[in-house]
C-alpha cells in the first residue's frame, strides 16, 4: 500500500519517522507481492465473456472437462489433453490428427454429459453449449454447476439460443472460442496461431473466388418428416457464404431448427450439402433425398449435387476453415485450376 501524507515535527524525528515508514512499506509491498504470487500464477487472474458472463480464473484449469466433439478437438487443437479428466458426448470417428491425443483422455460416455457423471470427476472447468450439453432450466446450467465449484465456458455460437440480441454468427465464434480458450488455459500463444493457419486457408479461398457467382445451397442435417438445417445464425451459413454460396434459409435468424419440406421446395437450391454424421449415414440421407416425392424433383436432385461434411467441420471447430476449402472446391472447381 502506497500511503501520502504530510511531516509536521522537526527534520531529524520526521527523517527518522519516514524510513521507518519506508522499510514498513517496502516489507508490506515485499509480502504483498509473495502471498499474490502464490495465490495466482503470473498472467493471473484472468477474465473471459461467456455468453455476455464475465468468468474469471485464478489459475489455469487443471481438471477439464468438454462436451462434444468439436468442443473436444477445440482442446486438443490446443495442446489442452493432458489438463483434461474427461470427456462427453464423442460418438463419431476423432480425426486422425487428434486421435493419439484423444486416446489419453478418458471418454466418459458417447451421450451428451449428465451431472452426477460430470460431479464424480471432480472437474474444475467444462467446455460446453446451450444445446451442447447445456440446457436451461436444468441441473445443467453454468449457474447450477458453480455449486460444484465447476467454471463453465460456453460455446460461442450457442448463444444464440440464449441471447436474443445475437444478430450474427460467423467463424469469428469460433476464433473467440479458441482465443479465449488459450487466454483461460495461458496458451494464448497456440490460440494465435491456429487462428492465423484457419484464416490464411480462408483468405486464399477468398482470393480465387473473387469473380465467382453464389450458389443456393440447402443444408441437410436430418429428418424425414420435417428437416432440421443450419439457418442465419447457425455457423454453415457463414461457411457457405465464404465458399462461394448462399443459404437459402439465410433469412431465417435462428439457430439450428427445424423448417419444412415445402419451405425447402419453394427454396429450390441448386446443391445441398450433407452434415454427416451417426445414422441414417450421409449416404442413406441422399437416397432419402432422391426417392422422396417431395423433394426428388428439387434442382439439386436432379444434378446429382450433393457434398456431405463431417459433423464436427460444420459445427465450430478448428475443422472450419478446411469446411470452407471443401466446400469452395466443390462449389467452383474450376476456379482452382491451375
Known amino acids: 500500500m502506497n500511503r501520502t501524507g504530510r511531516c509536521l515535527i522537526r527534520v ?27 495465490a495466482h500464477p503470473p498472467g493471473y487472474p484472468v477474465t473471459v465473456t461467456s455468453c455476455g458472463q464475465s468468468v474469471t480464473f485464478d489459475s489455469p484449469p487443471k481438471r477439464a472437462v ?27 470417428p476423432m480425426p486422425a490428427e487428434y486421435q493419439t491425443a484423444f486416446t489419453r483422455v478418458r471418454h466418459v460416455s458417447s451421450h451428451y454429459v449428465q451431472l452426477e457423471p460430470l460431479v464424480a ?28 465449484g465447476i467454471k463453465t465456458y460456453v460455446l460461442d455460437e450457442s448463444c444464440a439460443h440464449v441471447e436474443p440480441g445475437k444478430t450474427t454468427v460467423s467463424i469469428d465464434d ?51 418428416a420435417s428437416p432440421f438445417t443450419a439457418p442465419g445464425l447457425a ?28 419451405q425447402v421446395v419453394a ?35 436432379q444434378h446429382h449435387c450433393f457434398l456431405a461434411l463431417a459433423y464436427d467441420e460444420l459445427t465450430p471447430s478448428p475443422r472450419n476453415a478446411d469446411a470452407v476449402v471443401a466446400l469452395a472446391h466443390w462449389l467452383h472447381p ?4 491451375s
Open 12 to 38: 531529524p524525528v520526521c527523517t527518522v519517522v519516514a524510513a521507518a515508514a519506508l522499510i514498513g512499506v517496502v516489507g508490506s509491498t515485499t509480502a504483498g507481492a509473495v502471498t499474490r504470487s502464490a
Open 66 to 92: 468438454s462436451n462434444d466433439i468439436n468442443l473436444t478437438e477445440d482442446m486438443l487443437a490446443l495442446g489442452l489433453g493432458s489438463r483434461m479428466v474427461g470427456t462427453f458426448g464423442v460418438s463419431d
Open 121 to 148: 470427476l471432480h472437474p474444475d472447468f467444462l467446455f460446453a453449449g446451450w444445446n451442447y450439453g447445456l440446457t436451461e432450466g436444468s441441473n445443467l446450467t453454468p449457474t447450477n454447476l458453480s455449486k460444484y
Open 174 to 224: 469460433t476464433y473467440t472460442d479458441l482465443r479465449n480458450l488459450g487466454t483461460i488455459f495461458g496458451v494464448r500463444h497456440r490460440a494465435d496461431a491456429l487462428i492465423a493457419a484457419m484464416s490464411t486457408k480462408i483468405a486464399d479461398v477468398h482470393q480465387h473466388l473473387a469473380s465467382t457467382g453464389a450458389t443456393p445451397i440447402f443444408l441437410y442435417d436430418s429428418g424425414e
Open 235 to 262: 455457423l454453415p451459413n457463414d461457411l457457405i457464404t465464404r465458399a462461394g454460396g448462399t443459404n437459402v434459409f439465410a433469412d431465417v435468424k435462428q439457430t439450428w431448427t427445424t423448417v419444412s419440406w415445402e
Open 267 to 301: 427454396r429450390k437450391p441448386a446443391c445441398i450439402l450433407i452434415n454427416d454424421y451417426g445414422t441414417p449415414t450421409a449416404s442413406q440421407k441422399q437416397r432419402f433425398l432422391e426417392r422422396s416425392a417431395i423433394t426428388k424433383g428439387l434442382p439439386a436432385v
Open 334 to 337: 474450376a476456379a482452382f485450376r
